[in-house]
């Protein structure tokens, strides 16, 4: 079983930077896949990023790509989501999330496609004047 905890979040301009962290513990494995997802007010959550935890194979949504950049590094068991050229669209509550398998583990070229088990609590992002 996982745990994972968010942070990160917060007020920004249009045009800015914020760097999402997500701390992962519990027993992982090298067929772990991590994602993360968000959700506005008033709409379905959608897959943002994907990343395997082993050859960090990627994925992004499409509104994103060039913009957000997912890392990890699995010896620290962290899991990051830098978004930068922030709008004011990207709003909303931002979820860390994890899967374990099959092997080989991928990312969907859509991260909602990707199945998850385990979620953290979220951290809100807002880009606001």
């Known amino acids: 079983q996982l745990q994972l905890v968010e942070s990160g979040g917060g007020l920004v301009k249009p045009g800015g930077s914020l760097r999402l962290s997500c701390e992962v513990s519990?027993?992982?494995?090298?067929?772990?896949?991590f994602g993360w997802f968000r959700q506005a007010p008033g709409k379905e959550r959608e897959g943002v990023s994907c990343i395997t935890r082993i050859g960090a194979r990627t994925s992004y949504l499409n509104s994103v790509k060039d913009r957000f950049t997912i890392s990890r590094d699995s010896a620290k068991n962290m899991v990051w989501l830098y978004l930068t050229d922030l709008k004011p669209q990207d709003t909303g509550v931002y979820f860390c999330?994890?899967?374990?398998?099959?092997?080989?583990?991928?990312?969907?070229?859509?991260?909602?496609?990707?199945?998850?088990?385990?979620w953290g609590q979220g951290t809100q992002v807002t880009v606001s004047s």
């Open positions: 999330a994890a899967n374990r398998g099959p092997s080989p583990v991928i990312c969907s070229e859509q991260p909602s496609k990707d199945p998850y088990v385990y």
């Open positions: 519990g027993v992982t494995s090298d067929d772990d896949r």
